[in-house]
């Protein structure tokens, strides 16, 4: 069971905009940890999307967008497009359990 | 460009030992703040991370599977190594391997490359 706690699904139009939470804690999240999202394509892995809370690596188009605030963290993917459709998890780390790496819960994004 | 691979047995009977392994190129393991670390995904469930190792021989292992877990690396050779005893059908799993980087600011690691995966199923 994990500490990060992400809805199970969010969909939208294309063109809409989209927003995914990841709701932590004191001891993660709340405590200064950074937030790093992933994409999983179907049948895919996991590909980095944003680090360090708001930070896009290259190539990744400036739909996606990372925020943090408090003990939460939002993923926001503008003109939402047939190929956004995917799995996206969140990534801390959590200092009461000693685990340097903890995922979310995961989020299905399906394009109407 | 970096690369890594994961390699090992497809199937594993109960109670048996599995040994991955991840090749990977593209960057010197020696560099500070770099690691390579592991994270399976059951069918249709969500990630969970393994065990890592850094740059400089630490190692970080996930409490709950902590006994059952080794993970070592051989610079030389671009290779790090999972061990996990003591094998059961709920560990049946996608395994990836995945490069970790702290860039400045070490506290905080995100996993940039990752291998395709490899696929263990645990069953008699």
């Known amino acids: 069971q994990s500490v990060l706690t992400q809805p199970p699904s969010v969909s939208g139009a294309p063109g809409q905009r989209v927003t995914i939470s990841c709701t932590g804690s004191?001891?993660?999240?709340?405590?200064?940890?950074?937030v790093h999202w992933y994409q999983q394509l179907p049948g895919t892995a996991p590909k980095l999307l944003i680090y360090?809370?708001?930070f896009r690596p290259s190539g990744v188009p400036d739909r996606f967008s990372g925020s943090k605030s408090g003990t939460s963290a939002t993923l926001a993917i503008t003109g939402l497009q047939a190929e956004d459709e995917a799995d996206y998890y969140c990534?801390?780390?959590?200092?009461?359990?000693?685990?340097?790496?903890?995922f979310g819960t995961g989020t299905k994004v399906t394009v109407l | 460009q970096i690369t890594l691979k994961e390699s090992g047995p497809t199937l594993v009977t109960p109670t048996q030992t599995l040994t991955l392994t991840c090749t990977f190129s593209?960057?010197?393991?020696?560099?500070?703040?770099?690691?390579v670390g592991w994270i399976r995904q059951p069918p249709g469930k969500a990630l969970e991370w393994l065990a890592l190792?850094?740059?400089?021989?630490?190692?970080r292992y996930s409490p709950s599977l902590n006994s059952r877990l080794t993970i070592t690396k051989d610079a030389s050779e671009n290779r790090v190594v999972l061990t996990m005893t003591n094998m059961e059908p709920l560990d049946t799993a996608t395994y990836y391997c995945?490069?970790?980087?702290?860039?400045?600011?070490?506290?905080?690691?995100?996993?940039?490359?990752w291998g395709q995966g490899t696929l263990v199923t645990a069953s008699s």
């Open positions: 995945a490069r970790a980087w702290c860039g400045g600011d070490c506290n905080n690691y995100y996993f940039d490359y």
């Open positions: 593209g960057f010197p393991f020696s560099v500070s703040g770099l690691g």
């Open positions: 190792i850094y740059w400089d021989g630490d190692k």
């Open positions: 004191s001891s993660n999240i709340g405590a200064g940890r950074d």
């Open positions: 360090s809370n708001l």
């Open positions: 990534q801390s780390y959590d200092n009461s359990l000693s685990v340097p790496y903890v």
